[in-house]
């Protein structure tokens, strides 16, 4: 008896928390009836929902599908995967002259690590180690061409759902097998003498982008401001305005047009500077033409990288990579058609999600047609946090005040900082938060929180009061 009494003593104390919370939750929510609002929050440890709010409405999640894009990769490809870059070469070596009477190959694998990140802040750093391993061969010059097999994914870089008028966005960059910079480069504007053009530079400096400058160097700081477009179907950007000729150099990121040349250029010009030279011209391919091609090197780099940064740092163009990486590893191709619907099969088959309640475009959010239910969303993380990749999958969240995170200015003051472990999502008129947070009592609760129709700041706002809550009364 003593025993059934101390359970329906906690049974009675868990009832009347959550009935508190439920109160709370929903006397501020009906704050924003104006807004199209979904909300589910489960228990932590039994997935029971304790609150929800148009909870099977279909909602634009935003980022918030990188959940289910970088969860899918885990299943699929598994956390020991690694992205393979291979490198051949075929003809013979004249030591003589240290010259290679044949050609050059690099197979792309879809790594989006080929960047500065991970290198100390050199972007060259691989296309200078494979230079040295040419060089171990005898090799200083290649009489033949470059050849760069882009066959692992589709020739389709942008998705055809992506706003046209951000093409130049570096957010919105082409998706290739072979990336170089995150298929972004760099644009240096600084002031030159009053009334003149203002200077810029382009790095990588051999990227085929073709610059019109139409930026003055202005007396007045007040009219210090730069535009960037590009045309949807040339290399051509313009950039215009005016910059204060007492200005720092202002950087801009721009995406590329054509990920492969790009690579090949870039990877081109790094040999020349470690004294070695291909003749030849580039030539991309799907597949390599047939011949005696030897395997010299192959660059590896892990999955959870590339996860981690797509999670912490909300990374459209790491996320569309490991899309077509599942897709091409499962279906022969990597394509967004092929990755939708893998991912549409997880949620489905593994989660085992309504597939009704989702429409999945792409796999960064960038796409307005994408559509989630916070349910499906919470499903999702309860589904990955109980695998056996649960404890990693939340490592690759952001904490809320972790530096250089999406959550870093978010409930950063005590008692809330550190108690949120979430991703976030935004989109013009679309907000949104999901991820696990623990309350002043020490429960656990998994959350997703969906914002659509209201302006970007307020959807954060209103999301952090809900959290505010969980935390203070769950």
Same mark, same amino acid.
């Given at each position: 008896?003593?025993?059934?009494?101390?359970?329906?003593?906690?049974?009675?104390?868990?009832?009347?928390?959550?009935?508190?919370?439920?109160?709370?939750?929903?006397?501020?929510?009906?704050? /924003?009836?104006?807004?199209?609002?979904?909300?589910? #929050?489960?228990?932590?440890?039994?997935?029971?929902?304790?609150?929800?709010?148009?909870?099977?409405?279909?909602?634009?999640?935003?980022?918030?599908?990188?959940?289910?894009?970088?969860?899918?990769?885990?299943?699929?490809?598994?956390?020991?995967?690694?992205?393979?870059? *291979?490198? =051949?070469?075929?003809?013979?070596?004249?030591?003589?002259?240290?010259?290679?009477?044949?050609?050059?190959? #690099?197979?792309?694998?879809?790594?989006?690590?080929?960047?500065?990140?991970?290198?100390?802040?050199?972007?060259?750093?691989?296309?200078?180690?494979?230079?040295?391993?040419?060089?171990?061969?005898?090799?200083? *010059?290649?009489?033949?061409?470059?050849?760069?097999?882009?066959?692992?994914?589709?020739?389709?870089?942008?998705?055809?759902?992506?706003?046209?008028?951000?093409?130049?966005?570096?957010?919105?960059?082409? #998706?290739?097998?072979?990336?170089?910079?995150?298929?972004?480069?760099?644009?240096?504007?600084?002031?030159?003498?009053?009334?003149?053009?203002?200077?810029?530079?382009?790095?990588?400096?051999?990227?085929?982008?073709?610059?019109?400058? =139409?930026?003055?160097?202005? *007396?007045?700081?007040? /009219?210090?401001?730069?535009?960037?477009?590009?045309?949807?179907?040339?290399?051509?950007?313009?950039?215009?305005?005016? =910059?204060? $000729?007492?200005?720092?150099?202002?950087?801009?990121?721009?995406?590329?047009?054509?990920?492969?040349?790009?690579?090949?250029?870039?990877?081109?010009?790094?040999?020349?500077?470690?004294?070695?030279?291909?003749?030849?011209?580039?030539?991309?391919?799907?597949?390599?033409?047939?011949?005696?091609? *030897?395997?010299?090197?192959?660059?590896?780099?892990?999955?959870?990288?590339?996860?981690?940064?797509?999670?912490?740092?909300?990374?459209?163009?790491?996320?569309?990579?490991?899309?077509?990486?599942?897709?091409?590893?499962?279906?022969?191709?990597?394509? $967004?058609?092929?990755?939708?619907?893998?991912?549409?099969?997880?949620?489905?088959?593994?989660?085992?999600?309504?597939?009704?309640?989702?429409?999945?475009?792409?796999?960064?959010?960038?796409?307005?047609?994408?559509?989630?239910?916070?349910?499906?969303?919470?499903?999702?993380? /309860?589904?990955?946090?109980?695998?056996?990749?649960?404890?990693?999958?939340?490592?690759?969240?952001?904490?809320?005040?972790?530096?250089?995170?999406?959550?870093?200015?978010?409930?950063?003051?005590?008692?809330?900082?550190?108690?949120?472990?979430?991703?976030?999502?935004?989109?013009?008129?679309?907000?949104?938060?999901?991820?696990?947070?623990?309350?002043?009592?020490?429960?656990?609760?998994?959350?997703?929180?969906?914002?659509?129709?209201?302006?970007?700041?307020?959807?954060?706002?209103?999301?952090?009061?809900?959290?505010?809550?969980?935390?203070?009364?769950?």
């Amino acid at each position: 008896m003593k025993k059934l009494a101390i359970a329906t003593t906690i049974l009675l104390s868990h009832i009347q928390l959550f009935a508190g919370v439920r109160s709370a939750l929903y006397n501020e929510i009906k704050k /924003y009836s104006k807004y199209r609002v979904g909300i589910t #929050i489960l228990e932590f440890d039994t997935g029971k929902e304790i609150f929800s709010y148009n909870a099977n409405r279909k909602l634009i999640p935003a980022s918030n599908i990188k959940i289910v894009t970088t969860a899918a990769a885990l299943e699929y490809l598994g956390a020991g995967y690694l992205f393979k870059t *291979r490198f =051949f070469v075929r003809g013979w070596i004249n030591r003589k002259t240290s010259t290679l009477h044949g050609d050059i190959a #690099i197979r792309g694998g879809g790594d989006p690590t080929f960047d500065g990140r991970f290198y100390d802040g050199d972007s060259s750093f691989i296309f200078k180690k494979w230079a040295k391993e040419i060089k171990k061969l005898g090799i200083k *010059r290649v009489k033949g061409s470059l050849f760069l097999e882009w066959g692992f994914f589709d020739s389709q870089f942008i998705h055809p759902d992506w706003p046209k008028d951000q093409l130049h966005k570096w957010y919105q960059a082409p #998706i290739a097998s072979l990336s170089f910079m995150n298929n972004v480069a760099l644009i240096k504007v600084r002031g030159r003498k009053i009334g003149r053009k203002a200077y810029i530079e382009v790095t990588p400096t051999n990227t085929n982008l073709r610059i019109n400058n =139409f930026v003055t160097t202005t *007396r007045s700081s007040k /009219y210090h401001r730069i535009a960037i477009s590009r045309d949807r179907k040339t290399r051509s950007i313009r950039v215009w305005g005016r =910059f204060y $000729w007492r200005a720092e150099p202002m950087i801009i990121p721009v995406a590329i047009y054509n990920p492969i040349t790009f690579f090949g250029n870039s990877l081109i010009n790094d040999w020349e500077n470690e004294g070695l030279t291909v003749e030849g011209r580039i030539k991309p391919v799907f597949r390599l033409p047939s011949g005696v091609w *030897r395997e010299i090197y192959t660059h590896k780099s892990p999955l959870i990288l590339a996860l981690e940064i797509t999670n912490k740092r909300s990374h459209n163009f790491y996320a569309e990579m490991i899309l077509k990486t599942i897709a091409a590893n499962y279906c022969g191709i990597g394509n $967004w058609h092929n990755g939708r619907k893998l991912l549409e099969q997880f949620l489905v088959e593994r989660v085992g999600i309504s597939k009704n309640s989702f429409n999945i475009r792409d796999g960064s959010g960038m796409s307005k047609k994408n559509k989630l239910t916070a349910k499906s969303i919470a499903e999702t993380l /309860y589904h990955v946090i109980r695998s056996k990749n649960g404890k990693l999958f939340l490592s690759l969240l952001p904490r809320n005040g972790e530096i250089d995170t999406t959550l870093q200015k978010r409930l950063k003051e005590p008692p809330y900082k550190y108690r949120v472990l979430g991703k976030t999502g935004t989109l013009g008129g679309v907000s949104s938060l999901s991820g696990v947070a623990k309350s002043l009592s020490g429960k656990r609760y998994i959350f997703a929180i969906i914002i659509n129709g209201a302006p970007t700041w307020r959807g954060k706002v209103i999301e952090d009061k809900i959290l505010r809550i969980l935390i203070e009364k769950g």
